[in-house]
Nanobody, 124 residues
Framework: QVQLVESGGGLVQAGDSLRLSCAAS????????VGWFRQAPGKEREFVAF????????AYADSVKGRFIISRDNAKNTVYLQMNSLKHEDTAVYYC?????????????????WGQGTQVTVSS
């Protein structure tokens, strides 16, 4: 089992920055993928970004490309999501998720492990 714990959410103003953290514990893996997803009220969970544990591959949703940066610290088993130039439409619960396979995916169903989520609210 893998446990994921997100932190770093909060209430900010448009244009501000936040950094989310996803700390992994339990059975971690060196070949897997960690993704960030978000879900706004009344909407489906959507892909934000992913990174392989090796750091070799990353991908971003078009809506956050150029503003968000995903990174990892393998020594701390932690993945980060640096969110800059936040917009009101970035308001959502942000989840990190992990899968043991190195196969890259933007689909929530492809991920086996999920954190509890952290709320990000951006006031306009």
């Amino acid at each position: 089992q893998v446990q994921l714990v997100e932190s770093g959410g909060g209430l900010v103003q448009a244009g501000d920055s936040l950094r989310l953290s996803c700390a992994a514990s339990g059975r971690t893996f060196s070949n897997g993928v960690v993704g960030w997803f978000r879900q706004a009220p009344g909407k489906e969970r959507e892909f934000v970004a992913f990174i392989t544990w090796s750091g070799r591959d990353t991908a971003y949703a078009d809506s956050v490309k150029g503003r968000f940066i995903i990174s990892r610290d393998n020594a701390k088993n932690t993945v980060y999501l640096q969110m800059n130039s936040l917009k009101h439409e970035d308001t959502a619960v942000y989840y990190c998720a992990a899968r043991g396979s190195a196969m890259l995916s933007r689909l929530p169903a492809a991920y086996n492990y999920w954190g509890q989520g952290t709320q990000v609210t951006v006031s306009s």
